[in-house]
């Protein structure tokens, strides 16, 4: 199932939406209608909010009936073939991914209370959660990070020549360019990874009581460098294509298989059935994007486009699929992201037994609302990589200044009730069985520290995709992760001694907030262009002040949030009212202040962002619900009103 633009959105009905094929996907290029003519020149001719001589030439050659809302339509530059999705269109991909990346991270917590529940938080968990660390980097390299920064951009230039017209089919012919040589590297480093695991677990955890059960889970974790590699490219084709169901499904997929496995075998294998799940659910998420993505690659041609009539014209389009040295900037940013988690558990594994276990269990929970505010960038990217594609820079900048000030605001609201009710959400989701009060107190301390980084983590997940839509080579996000990591490890090592798992949870909040402000400084361009930093910007130009001044309103009303939920979640006590307490008032003192504090600093953000323009159809929803349920709830308590006076 495809995600597929409304018919209200579609040229030549007044919207600016792509026209979409029978299955959801490209559909025929349209040709410019007189009326793209006057869009044309619009956007190029509005900058900061001042008309120029250009927008004006192009607003008084429009048509006389053309609406003002149409003159001010984003740009569709000549012979794209496919128009930016609609507002409805990305706020329905949007939900969807949010729903099913919900569904997976509740699955998640079910895979990590059934690993607390059958195995506690003790020696044999730390030699699992040692393994675990292939996984955590296969997936930030091959399906969140890496391949999807190459190859998302690959695929969107191959769908621009496609409509273009190119000979033969782009898009099969990136797909017979990289697929094959992809594949067997994939496979060729899992089975490296799983000859060397001695040696990796002496290097990642050089004091740990049991390696031995590190290295059977960590050869068993191995398989998924080829699951995962092929589960990314998939994904990345998929959402270059529009596509998002499938995509969305993979991790409800793979914790299904995690958790299925660990019941089935945990009695016979122990936590070894947990590792022998990671190869189960790896194998789950490819199969439920390949029906997909086998679909796509069989679509027909769009209609009215040339046709290449031999193998060389294929080679032809598919020339230079995707570079490499793209490839090794992205896969190497990804590496050095996820090495943080290498830096905290080579500095916890010299602690207590547990250490690595509530350093994990505190991370899962508090990424939650950083996993959820990006949600809406994973359907922007390709929508930000095809406008550069199509040469509409303006188009990118506008979207990836939305996604920054949108993603900022869920993320903080999510990181209030972090902080808040921090106790009692680990006191309900893990202590039972194996894993006791004095592990609640641990990891709710260590959640609440690691909450502290969850904006930098966002703002890096969101400015990092800015730098390679274009499909090109960037290093400059790799010198700032490398110099968020290098604050990570110092800071970690100067703390751990003294902290404990609290100073390593401290030291990657200040790591990944120096590269937020890294990446957001190698972005910023002043009011006529121009960097903040020598050389120009490195990604699509954003205006940084307008940023941060969107970002302040909702950091300071979620400190203020943070507080007066903490004291609610405090007084109701109890795992079920101490969240519910607290979680509301976080809610309603985050939304409110936030309110008041955006409205006078005249920033865009909710007051200008409202949620029914987020999610268009909430408004039908919310007269539908009226109309079906209150308004005969209202009509039974007149009637009632009514019998008693009588």
């Not at 410019?32 to 003519?37: C, E, L, Q, Y």
């Not at 937020?516 to 020598?534: D, F, M, Q, T």
Request: charged share 15%; aromatic share 6%.
């Amino acid at each position: 199932m495809t995600v597929t633009p409304s018919p209200e959105a579609r040229p030549g009905t007044g919207g600016s939406g792509a026209v979409p094929g029978a299955d959801g996907g490209d559909g025929p290029a349209v040709p410019p209608s007189p009326r793209a003519g006057a869009r044309g020149g619009t956007r190029a001719g509005v900058r900061d909010g001042k008309r120029t001589d250009a927008h004006a030439g192009a607003c008084a050659g429009a048509p006389a009936g053309t609406r003002a809302g149409e003159r001010s339509a984003p740009a569709r530059p000549p012979g794209s073939g496919q128009a930016p999705p609609s507002r409805g269109f990305l706020a329905r991909a949007a939900l969807i991914t949010a729903s099913l990346t919900v569904a997976g991270a509740l699955l998640g917590l079910v895979r990590d209370q059934s690993l607390a529940r059958l195995f506690g938080a003790g020696r044999d968990t730390d030699a699992f959660l040692v393994a675990w660390t292939l996984p955590e980097f296969a997936a930030t390299l091959l399906i969140e990070d890496g391949l999807a920064y190459a190859l998302v951009p690959a695929f969107s230039v191959a769908l621009a020549r496609r409509a273009q017209g190119a000979p033969g089919d782009p898009v099969r012919s990136l797909v017979a360019g990289t697929l094959p040589r992809l594949a067997p590297a994939f496979a060729a480093v899992g089975v490296l990874l799983a000859v060397a695991a001695p040696w990796l677990v002496g290097v990642l955890a050089p004091g740990l009581p049991d390696p031995a059960l590190a290295v059977d889970c960590t050869r068993l974790t191995a398989s998924c460098v080829l699951s995962f590699g092929l589960a990314g490219y998939c994904s990345a084709a998929l959402r270059a294509h529009r596509s998002f169901l499938a995509p969305a499904a993979i991790y409800v997929a793979y914790n299904t298989g995690i958790v299925a496995t660990m019941f089935t075998l945990g009695g016979r294998w122990g936590v070894r059935s947990a590792a022998f799940g990671v190869a189960v659910g790896g194998c789950l998420m490819v199969a439920v994007q390949l029906p997909s993505l086998v679909g796509r690659l069989r679509t027909r041609r769009p209609s009215g486009t040339a046709t290449g009539t031999s193998a060389g014209a294929d080679a032809v389009a598919g020339a230079r699929p995707v570079d490499a040295a793209l490839m090794a900037t992205v896969l190497l940013f990804a590496l050095v992201r996820q090495s943080q988690v290498l830096v905290e558990r080579y500095l916890a594994s010299g602690l207590p037994a547990g250490a690595i276990s509530h350093l994990n269990y505190a991370q899962k929970v508090a990424q939650i609302p950083m996993t959820l505010s990006t949600m809406l960038c994973t359907v922007t990217f390709p929508v930000v990589a095809r406008a550069l594609a199509d040469g509409d820079t303006e188009h990118a900048r506008d979207r990836v200044e939305r996604d920054l000030v949108v993603a900022s605001w869920l993320v903080l609201l999510g990181t209030a009730a972090v902080v808040a009710c921090a106790p009692q959400v680990v006191q309900l989701l893990f202590q039972r069985g194996a894993f006791t009060a004095h592990d609640t107190a641990a990891t709710a301390g260590v959640m609440r520290v690691y909450a502290l980084g969850l904006l930098g983590q966002t703002l890096t997940g969101v400015l990092v995709r800015s730098y390679f839509s274009a499909g090109r080579a960037a290093w400059y996000p790799v010198a700032a992760m490398a110099a968020g990591l290098a604050v990570t490890f110092w800071a970690g090592a100067g703390t751990v001694g003294s902290w404990g798992v609290t100073g390593i949870a401290a030291a990657n909040a200040a790591g990944i907030t120096v590269t937020a402000a890294l990446l957001l400084a190698g972005s910023a361009s002043g009011p006529r262009g121009r960097s903040v930093l020598p050389g120009g910007p490195r990604g699509v130009p954003v205006r940084a002040r307008r940023v941060l001044a969107g970002v302040g309103g909702p950091l300071v009303a979620a400190v203020v949030a943070a507080g007066a939920g903490a004291l609610a979640a405090g007084r109701a006590g109890g795992p079920y009212a101490g969240p519910a307490a607290g979680g509301a008032t976080v809610t309603a003192v985050f939304v409110l202040l936030g309110r008041v504090l955006s409205a006078r600093g005249g920033t865009f953000g909710p007051p200008s962002l409202p949620l029914a323009r987020v999610v268009p159809f909430l408004p039908s929803l919310r007269r539908s619900f009226v109309r079906r349920l209150l308004l005969p709830v209202r009509s039974l308590v007149r009637r009632l009103v009514h019998a008693v006076r009588r």
